[in-house]
């Protein structure tokens, strides 16, 4: 059952329209001027409006104006009921936002075949209107998925391109760093060939729940950058703060004490880290900057893996951990 909002001036003609709606399984709700009409409109909410043109106060062109401002975003069928039959009366009904018009006196059937016409109308658009939402949903959760490693659920090597793009270009505007982190599991491909591929699945969503984990700021970001190689976005952060934050993910794999027994430098599954920091006048463009963390990355798996290394601007590299997940029945 649907509410249909009745608007005319004359009781005897409201009556005879109401019977009619109820006669078609409908709601009549009734208003006797133009502005009593927006306001019922406004409140009750009615699927279609039957309007008379001339009344006291606002006539039917003015109320219809002002009904179509009241929820602008919905269309709600209004059809114009009048004693005119000028061409230039319905002209003037459709400009003020009409979808129909009516000669007075009109017939229960022609009322009735225009209802159901109009509803039919409106009911195809709230489906598109519904299909549409749904669209939209699926679309934003495709560029969701598209975003994400399908392994460890963690963002993926197109959102960390993405996103290292639009920090750099906002630390170059304010002058702000921006640091960012490779990291590599160490001994990985003899870990899968100990262990297996599924084991190794499972190590890698572990390491990058733990990188996830270690981002505390809402800005901060981690990814897998591909194979068993992650990336840490760390923008407005200094190389101390950067330092800070990938040594407590490191730790945070040490933690995880997940068995590595094919490892030279422990027992369990460590990570290596490069991290190079943006600063404003040295670094021209994004894989500049990746280009650093790199070499920090190389620099610390040359030093013997399980250890953060920091690229400096002079070109040195200053390096942090190595310690608790050292093996101790091996040389390093």
């Not at 001339?54 to 059809?79: F, N």
């Not at 659920?153 to 960390?160: C, D, L, V």
């Not at 013997?304 to 920091?310: D, E, F, P, W, Y």
Request: with cysteine; hydrophobic share 40%; aromatic share 6%.
């Amino acid at each position: 059952m649907s509410k249909i909002l009745i608007v005319d001036d004359s009781a005897t003609i409201r009556a005879a329209l109401a019977a009619a709606v109820r006669s078609m399984k409908h709601e009549p709700i009734m208003a006797e001027t133009g502005e009593e009409a927006v306001e019922l409109f406004a409140t009750a909410r009615p699927r279609m409006v039957l309007l008379d043109v001339k009344m006291p106060g606002i006539d039917g062109y003015e109320a219809a104006r002002r009904i179509r401002k009241v929820h602008p975003e919905e269309w709600v069928p209004i059809i114009f009921l009048s004693g005119g039959d000028f061409d230039q009366d319905l002209e003037r009904a459709i400009e003020c936002g009409g979808d129909d018009y009516l000669v007075k006196p009109v017939s229960a059937a022609v009322l009735s075949a225009k209802i159901r016409a109009l509803q039919r109308l409106d009911d195809m658009r709230l489906k598109q209107v519904e299909l549409s939402a749904e669209l939209t949903e699926a679309n934003r959760q495709l560029e969701t998925l598209a975003n994400l490693d399908g392994l460890t659920g963690i963002a993926n090597r197109r959102s960390f391109d993405f996103l290292v793009a639009r920090h750099f270009a906002q630390a170059e505007r304010q002058r702000t760093p921006l640091s960012v982190a490779l990291c590599d599991v160490d001994h990985f491909k003899a870990y899968n060939d100990h262990y297996g591929h599924l084991a190794g699945d499972e190590c890698l969503r572990q390491i990058g729940a733990a990188l996830a984990r270690s981002c505390k700021r809402g800005a901060d970001f981690a990814a897998r950058y591909g194979g068993e190689e992650f990336g840490v976005l760390l923008p407005d952060t200094p190389s101390e703060g950067a330092l800070h934050v990938i040594e407590t993910a490191r730790n945070e794999v040490v933690k995880l004490a997940i068995p590595h027994e094919r490892s030279p430098t422990a027992n369990i599954v460590t990570i290596s880290a490069g991290i190079a920091t943006y600063v404003h006048g040295r670094d021209s463009t994004p894989p500049q900057v990746i280009a650093r963390a790199d070499d920090a990355l190389y620099r610390a798996k040359h030093l013997g893996r399980n250890r953060t290394v920091c690229a400096q601007l002079d070109g040195e590299t200053g390096e942090s951990g190595g310690g608790p997940a050292q093996r101790t029945d091996r040389a390093r």
